[in-house]
């Protein structure tokens, strides 16, 4: 495995005259938390959505495990070990806590529409009980338990964000994109989301790249942070480094009122 | 989909496998065992009209279950349905007469040759979405009628061709009760079919594409190979079903294939519930009978001093097409998920007496 898991080189994205993304380049070491942080509609989305296929970006690399991935399909992508959480929920609605997770399962999974509902005399039950196991698993690491035979769609907010993230989980990711995890949380779900976020990273080993508005989550667990404004990339690099620049602060963050006089004058 | 509420006292599962099955619990398992047992028995029992609806409710539930797995499991839509159940009903019969291939391979060989026509016509599904898609279905329709009536090799034409009863070592089920039996196993195999393929991998992404598809392919679901995939099982449902019918009146013609077929297959599966096997099965025996039901009570109104108005005596053809038309409008109304839902709803309120939740 080498250091880089995910190289993304000169990425370009408009939508008509309005340019989403100009030239961004940006390494992401395996193993590490890489946070995208900026003002709304600086692209972030928009980056993540690169990554995962959604968006085709008009010019420009994605390099993932060393391999060209930026024309591929996103369940390609999938298949490859890209797993990622959306910023306004898409769980499947009307399924089960369990199926949504089961469904992150779909591309580790052979059983098809022919041996599947032979399901006592082909290998199909097997392989579903034992990916069910895997399943409780991860439903027991996000404390969903009490959750798991309830339909998606009736779960709280806080919940929805975390089976989203068991889903992601179940991909068996070797990166995941995760797009504002804690949003709209109070701070106690937050701390618990953020311990999550270290787990994951630490003892799954997964390579998390994530967008985030709270600074002090941000700092406090990302090993690597990049500001895009405007579609453009400020700056990347240790967390204190990217708080300090002035670029920054003056993009994002907000100046303090007798820095903003010095600017001035 | 049920909630852990709905388990009786003391059910405790302690595996993944018995947590994993088709019924909710051991009772309803049983119950169903015991129904389809006594079934079997049917035929010393209920005379030929009932045996009649019964077999039916079989082929018409093979095809309607196929629908719901394609409009109710997967969110798209087909105005085809209809036309797909011919297929079925002529392919079966042209390859036993054509190839003399036995009739009970047959029907299977039509299953999957209707799923390869349906195919091809659900292509565009990969492309296209909602009225325009349920319009391209429409165009599936109509040609594909059309063919029934000039492709005199493969349906016979406006002549129509006859089918073979279904034969089994010598036996032949040409009789009600006969083929009672072929009806009541394609059925429950047909059905148990349905409830596995939606508990496994491709059921559940079936659904996902219907929930969200955005994200299903974020989650590794190919979105064309599933849409069209299920254009294919519900074709080979409705193949298999149409032979059945083929194979049980002895003759096939085009004119009972139309867009007023495929409309009542919908609504089968709208009154039954969207997304529901059980449902399904709920909602073609309401069809079914609803006509029965109503040719019964006027046949007693007629006798009685005060009943024999001829507006509703001689009208009663055109009554059965309103009514049909009126519960569908009601069922949207009152009741959108169907008479799965409501049947839910029903045991709730048993199971929480005197509570309402």
Redesign the interface.
């Known amino acids: 495995m080498t250091d880089t898991i995910l190289k993304v080189d000169q990425i370009s994205l408009a939508f008509g005259g309005v340019k989403a993304l100009t030239d961004v380049s940006f390494d992401v070491k395996t193993g590490s938390v890489f946070s995208i942080i900026g003002p709304n509609g600086a692209g972030k989305t928009s980056m993540l959505n690169c990554i995962?296929?959604?968006y085709r970006p008009n010019s420009g690399s994605i390099h993932f495990d060393d391999r060209n991935v930026t024309n591929l399909?996103?369940?390609d992508r999938?298949?490859l070990g890209i797993?990622?959480t959306?910023q306004n929920l898409?769980?499947?609605?009307?399924?089960?806590v369990l199926?949504n997770i089961?469904?992150?399962?779909?591309?580790l999974?052979?059983?098809?529409?022919l041996t599947?509902?032979?399901?006592w005399a082909s290998p199909?039950?097997k392989e579903?009980?034992q990916h069910?196991?895997e399943v409780?698993e991860i439903i027991d690491f996000l404390d969903i338990t009490h959750v798991r035979?309830?339909?998606a769609g009736t779960l709280s907010y806080g919940l929805r964000k975390r089976v989203e993230l068991a889903?992601a989980m179940a991909?068996k990711p070797k990166l995941i994109l995760l797009d504002e995890p804690m949003a709209g949380m109070n701070l106690e779900e937050k701390e618990d989301m953020a311990r999550y976020i270290l787990d994951l990273n630490e003892e799954f080993g997964i390579t998390v790249v994530m967008i985030e508005h709270d600074m002090g989550v941000v700092m406090d667990i990302s090993h690597e942070v990049m500001v895009l404004d405007f579609g453009k990339k400020l700056i990347s690099g240790l967390p204190e480094d990217v708080m300090a620049d002035e670029h920054v602060r003056q993009a994002y963050l907000g100046l303090e009122e007798n820095e903003q006089l010095q600017e001035v004058v | 989909m049920s909630s852990l509420a709905m388990r009786p006292c003391g059910d405790f599962r302690t595996s993944y496998k018995q947590d994993n099955t088709i019924f909710e619990t051991k009772t309803i398992r049983w119950f169903t065992a015991l129904v389809i047992g006594l079934a079997c028995f049917a035929p010393f029992i209920l005379d030929a009209y009932y045996l009649t609806l019964f077999i039916q409710i079989s082929y018409l539930g093979i095809a309607a279950l196929g629908l719901n797995i394609l409009v109710g499991f997967t969110g798209q839509i087909s105005l085809g349905h209809g036309a797909f159940f011919g297929f079925g009903a002529f392919a079966s019969a042209w390859l036993n007469t054509s190839f003399n291939i036995p009739v009970f391979i047959c029907i299977p060989m039509a299953g999957f040759l209707t799923m390869a026509v349906g195919m091809m016509f659900g292509m565009p599904a990969a492309r296209i979405k909602g009225l325009y898609l349920a319009i391209a279905t429409l165009a599936a329709q109509f040609i594909i009628e059309d063919f029934f009536g000039r492709a005199e090799w493969f349906s016979g034409g406006s002549a129509g061709s006859m089918a073979n009863p279904v034969e089994l070592f010598g036996f032949a089920f040409d009789t009600d009760e006969s083929f009672y039996y072929i009806a009541l196993f394609a059925l429950v195999f047909m059905y148990i079919w349905g409830c596995n393929l939606m508990r496994s991998r491709d059921g559940r992404a079936f659904v996902a594409v219907r929930d969200h598809y955005l994200s299903a392919e974020i989650m590794g679901v190919k979105l064309n190979k599933y849409r069209l995939l299920s254009f294919g099982i519900s074709s080979f449902y409705a193949g298999i079903g149409g032979a059945m019918y083929a194979h049980y009146l002895g003759y096939v013609s085009a004119e009972g294939f139309t867009i007023f077929m495929s409309v009542q297959f919908l609504a089968m599966v709208i009154i039954g519930g969207l997304g529901s096997i059980k449902g399904t099965l709920m909602g073609v025996v309401f069809m079914v009978l609803l006509p029965e039901a109503l040719e019964g009570g006027v046949g007693i109104m007629k006798d009685t001093s005060w009943g024999n108005i001829p507006m509703v005596v001689d009208g009663l053809a055109y009554i059965k097409e309103m009514a049909i038309g009126l519960v569908i409008i009601l069922f949207l109304i009152f009741e959108p998920e169907g008479l799965a839902h409501r049947w839910q709803q029903i045991k709730n309120y048993w199971k929480f007496y005197p509570f309402s939740y």
């Open positions: 995962s296929g959604r399909r996103p369940n999938a298949d797993g990622r959306f898409a769980l499947f609605g009307h399924m089960s199926d089961m469904v992150g399962r779909h591309h999974m052979k059983n098809n529409w599947g509902p032979l399901y199909a039950q579903e009980l069910r196991r409780e035979k309830a339909v889903r991909l």
